[in-house]
């Protein structure tokens, strides 16, 4: 099965900045990868999907990007504010079509 | 206002007990799944259920056990066989079983003393 690692420590990063979460999986690449978003206590809220053949997605601050010769995605919030403190999942589908989660990379926006 | 809803937020049992987690949606979606969440790791899949009367394994499904007799309902016991069964359960549903975004609940906290 898939093994994903997302960065391991905790993004910590003022008010405005951009932040950078990193996804990189290790076997085959899925036709399709998951951002979410959970916040303490709560289920995760799906955020944007990105297909093998797409290079890049957007949804209003949140960018995503797929290089499946690197076996990564990388996951921005441009502008950051305070609400976007969470943590953010990566999920993709396995050899057996079931849904696979990293996780996780808790960032927090100092105001 | 649709959504998926589960009960109780907390559950507090003592060894040797079987406990059940519930788990309704209104969302006519097909398929519905558990998942288990324990600190530093990412969701492990319990169960998995793409129709009525229909389930199958995840990942780690060894002390737990499922039923799918209705479409808006996919409850999870956690039996006495479970080891480690402290951990947040979530529940999430999806309109099919394919490459469709989940939609989950906001999980059940279950503490065994």
């Known amino acids: 099965s898939q093994k994903i690692e997302q960065n391991s420590e905790a993004l910590n990063i003022q008010e405005g900045k951009t932040a950078t979460l990193t996804c990189n999986y290790t076997n085959y690449s899925p036709a399709y990868l998951q951002w979410y978003r959970q916040d303490p206590g709560r289920g995760p809220v799906f955020l944007l999907l990105i297909r093998e053949n797409e290079k890049e997605k957007r949804k209003e601050r949140l960018k995503v990007t797929f290089d499946t010769t690197l076996k990564q995605s990388l996951f921005h919030i441009t502008a950051s504010q305070p609400a976007d403190s969470a943590t953010y999942l990566c999920a993709l589908v396995d050899n057996d079509y079931k849904l696979s989660f990293g996780a996780g990379t808790t960032v927090t926006v100092r105001a | 206002d649709g959504g998926i809803t589960q009960s109780p937020k907390y559950l507090f049992r003592k060894e040797g007990q079987n406990v059940t987690l519930s788990c309704e949606q209104n969302?006519?979606?097909?398929?519905m799944y558990w998942y288990r969440q324990d600190p530093g790791q990412g969701l492990r899949l319990i169960y998995y259920s793409q129709i009525v009367n229909d389930f199958q394994k995840g990942d780690i499904a060894e002390g737990y056990s499922v039923s799918r007799e209705k479409k808006e309902s996919f409850p999870l016991t956690v039996t006495s066989a479970q080891k480690n069964p402290t951990a947040f359960y979530l529940c999430?549903?999806?309109?099919?079983?394919?490459?469709?975004?989940?939609?989950f609940g906001n999980g059940t906290r279950l503490t065994v003393t």
């Open positions: 969302l006519n979606h097909d398929a």
């Open positions: 999430a549903s999806s309109i099919d079983s394919d490459n469709s975004p989940l939609h």
